[in-house]
């Protein structure tokens, strides 16, 4: 038997394209698109390619953005009054600070101060308390990417059993809320948990969000089980010449492939999706600020 693939890049294309179709109905009632804006503090080239991709992700699908750019020498006031301002635009729907920031800047007090109705990352305790209490809100993207994944692998995925390794507050633990939400058995796994090979042999559905490459081994994964590849690792290739580098996941790619029922690569698999999942938030946000919440639910 051999893995079907997720094809993320592909579903994420799709998404876009539906929140593009939403946006463009919202865009009647609101007088403008909806509006993503995006702060980026530093020149960390890494974030500067995120940061590049997420607006013109957003501006394809005819939502619009604001860039904003600040050096690294800024201040937190600086960020902070920056984030109130946007809060205060009402041609604003959603707030993106992209991480990291200097070290010189509190990142929580500055996630802090985004309007949780904006907060298009899901970051704020507001979206975390939200999200734990089962209540609307908009939910942290690379997550959301994985449950949305999961459904068009599966289907139903209740009473499915969900090991998630790793309880980031980015990733692993809102991942585990998420899963649960949709009526899974969830076990979160960390550095601490004794015997991680064993309770992921137990898993239907498998997520490593740790950031080491390659380390969960074919004979760890279920036959038959779905594979969700959040880690994105640069290692050295050799092979494909001197000084040359690939990304690869978590997971043994070629080691699972063989037997899982579905998996995620890496790159092409969880990745596009986070950035589907940001459009996605902000034309939630904006349907439910335009008082649309039919809009909302797509
Ligand atoms: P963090 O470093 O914040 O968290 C890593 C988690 O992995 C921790 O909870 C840690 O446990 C756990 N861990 C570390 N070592 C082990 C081990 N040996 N066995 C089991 N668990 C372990 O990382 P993030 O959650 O931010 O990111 C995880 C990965 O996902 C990274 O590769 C990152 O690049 C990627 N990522 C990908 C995104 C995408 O869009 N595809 C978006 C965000 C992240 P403990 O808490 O005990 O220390």
């Not at 990291?100 to 990352?121: A, M, Q, S």
Request: contains cysteine; charged residues 25%.
């Amino acid at each position: 038997m051999s893995a079907h693939l997720i094809d993320g890049k592909a579903i994420a294309a799709e998404i876009d394209a539906r929140a593009g179709e939403v946006g463009a109905k919202l865009a009647s009632s609101l007088g403008r698109p909806p509006c993503l804006a995006v702060v980026l503090v530093g020149e960390d080239p890494a974030s500067d390619v995120y940061v590049r991709n997420k607006v013109r992700r957003t501006e394809a699908a005819g939502l619009t953005s604001i860039e904003i750019r600040k050096s690294a020498e800024a201040t937190e006031a600086e960020i902070i009054a920056i984030v109130e301002r946007l809060n205060a635009d009402g041609g604003v729907d959603g707030i993106l600070v992209q991480m990291p920031l200097p070290g010189h800047i509190d990142t929580n007090r500055v996630i802090g101060r985004i309007d949780p109705d904006k907060d298009v990352d899901g970051l704020t305790e507001v979206s975390a308390g939200r999200l734990v209490l089962g209540k609307p809100g908009l939910r942290p993207c690379t997550p959301a990417g994985c449950v949305l994944l999961a459904e068009r692998a599966l289907g139903d995925l209740s009473g499915k059993s969900v090991v998630v390794i790793g309880r980031s507050i980015l990733v692993g633990k809102p991942a585990a809320l998420l899963f649960l939400e949709k009526n899974a058995t969830v076990t979160i796994a960390h550095s601490r948990t004794a015997d991680l090979p064993d309770l992921c042999r137990t898993a239907d559905i498998l997520v490593p969000a740790v950031g080491r490459p390659e380390m969960v081994r074919g004979d760890w994964v279920k036959p038959g089980a779905c594979v969700l590849d959040v880690g994105i690792n640069r290692i050295d290739a050799p092979e494909r010449g001197a000084g040359k580098t690939r990304l690869v996941g978590d997971a043994a790619f070629d080691e699972i492939v063989g037997h899982a029922g579905w998996i995620t690569p890496v790159p092409g698999g969880i990745g596009p999706m986070t950035i589907a999942m940001l459009l996605k938030n902000t034309v939630i946000a904006a349907a439910l600020r335009a008082k649309q919440p039919a809009l909302a639910d797509f």
